[in-house]
Structure formats: structure tokens, C-alpha cells
T-cell receptor, first 109, second 112 residues
Framework: TQLLEQSPQFLSIQEGENLTVYCNSSSVFSSLQWYRQEPGEGPVLLVTVVTGGEVKKLKRLTFQFGDARKDSSLHITAAQPGDTGLYLCAGANTDKLIFGTGTRLQVFP | DVKVTQSSRYLVKRTGEKVFLECVQDMDHENMFWYRQDPGLGLRLIYFSYDVKMKEKGDIPEGYSVSREKKERFSLILESASTNQTSMYLC???????????FGSGTRLTVV
């Protein structure tokens, strides 16, 4: 069974701080996606990275796909309370997504 | 606004009942998925469907079945609900290919 481990599991920070979330696997994925889920809602797609080494930026969020396409990171600059939520990485293999274990982020004003 | 709609946000059912969870998408997507989400276990795939009338077992299909008679609708059926099926159920759809999923808002099912 393919596994995607995310770290840290929980992160509680003050507004304005920077943070990085990691997503690691021993398996190679054809692409990797990041989602954010707010309480009581379904996950919402943030980004898809496809090429090894690829870096994508979405405002204050920077996503990187590892060179070997086994891992990824999400860096948030100057976190805001609106960034609070559960962040999920998901690796694509054939027609299914394998979801990571999730990182719960709380940003305090 | 394109969306995936799950028929109920909250459901309470009794042990042994047959439960139907409905999911409808308006994006003409070929692929549809049912997941359950539990604390500490993440999202686990129950069943998925590549197209109408097609279905494939996911990682945890036991105790569940599905129906996809129309492209836009994917139903999850709990044949005889049990307390260990208390969970958040999430439906998702995706265009065929390497695209992101669009999720519904989820159904929080409690079996008592």
C-alpha cells in the first residue's frame, strides 16, 4: 500500500510567521496535488505539480515537487488567520489519488 | 459555479438500517469517488466509478455498495449500517485524466 506521510501533523503559529509542510513517500507519483479543507467542508484543490523539481506559487503559498517525484513541500509566507485549515497532499497513481495524513494548521491573530 | 452536491449534511441512522448517500455533479465529469474521512486515518477510498454503470472497489469497500445509473449521480449504499460506519463521507468528481478532484461538502453520518 502506498503511503504519503505529512509532517508536522499539527502546527499552531502566530499571524505573520512562515511555515513549511512536508509530504513524503517511498513511491513515485505521476503528479501531486495539494488541498485545503476547512471545518465542515470538503477539500478544495490548491495546486497540481507534475514535473520533478517543479515550483509553483499561489500568492503567499509556494509548492515544490521533489526531483524524484516522491515528495513535496508547501511553504506559506507571512501566515494569516484565513490560512487556518487542514492541508492535504495527494499523489496521483493510475486513476486514483492517494491522500496524505494531513497537517492541521491554526494561525492566531 | 460548478459543484458537487451531497444530499444531506447530517444524517442519524439506526444500526441495521439501509442508508443511501446521494451525490450529484454538474460538470459532466466521467470519474466519481466516495471517500470516508476519520480522525487519524485521513481520507480512505471506498468506491469509485470511471463512467456510467462502471464501478471499482477502493481500499475499504466492505459493507458498502454503489450505483451509477446516470453520469451525474453516484450513490453510496450502506446495506446494513453499523456503528463503525459513523464517519464523514465525501463525494468527489474529476474529468477523465490527471486532473484535480472537486469535492462535495460532505455528509456527517452517525449510526446509533
Amino acid at each position: 500500500t502506498q503511503l504519503l506521510e505529512q509532517s508536522p501533523q499539527f502546527l499552531s503559529i502566530q499571524e505573520g510567521e512562515n511555515l513549511t509542510v512536508y509530504c513524503n513517500s517511498s513511491s513515485v507519483f505521476s503528479s501531486l496535488q495539494w488541498y485545503r479543507q476547512e471545518p465542515g467542508e470538503g477539500p478544495v484543490l490548491l495546486v497540481t505539480v507534475v514535473t520533478g523539481g517543479e515550483v509553483k506559487k499561489l500568492k503567499r503559498l509556494t509548492f515544490q515537487f521533489g526531483d524524484a517525484r516522491k515528495d513535496s513541500s508547501l511553504h506559506i509566507t507571512a501566515a494569516q488567520p484565513g490560512d487556518t485549515g487542514l492541508y492535504l497532499c495527494a499523489g496521483a497513481n493510475t486513476d486514483k489519488l492517494i491522500f496524505g495524513t494531513g497537517t492541521r494548521l491554526q494561525v492566531f491573530p | 459555479d460548478v459543484k458537487v452536491t451531497q444530499s444531506s449534511r447530517y444524517l442519524v441512522k439506526r444500526t441495521g438500517e439501509k442508508v443511501f448517500l446521494e451525490c450529484v455533479q454538474d460538470m459532466d465529469h466521467e470519474n466519481m469517488f466516495w471517500y470516508r474521512q476519520d480522525p487519524g486515518l485521513g481520507l480512505r477510498l471506498i468506491y469509485f466509478s470511471y463512467d456510467v454503470k462502471m464501478k471499482e472497489k477502493g481500499d475499504i469497500p466492505e459493507g458498502y455498495s454503489v450505483s451509477r445509473e446516470k453520469k451525474e449521480r453516484f450513490s453510496l449504499i450502506l446495506e446494513s449500517a453499523s456503528t463503525n460506519q459513523t464517519s464523514m463521507y465525501l463525494c468527489a468528481s474529476r474529468r477523465q485524466g490527471n486532473y484535480g478532484y472537486t469535492f462535495g461538502s460532505g455528509t456527517r453520518l452517525t449510526v446509533v
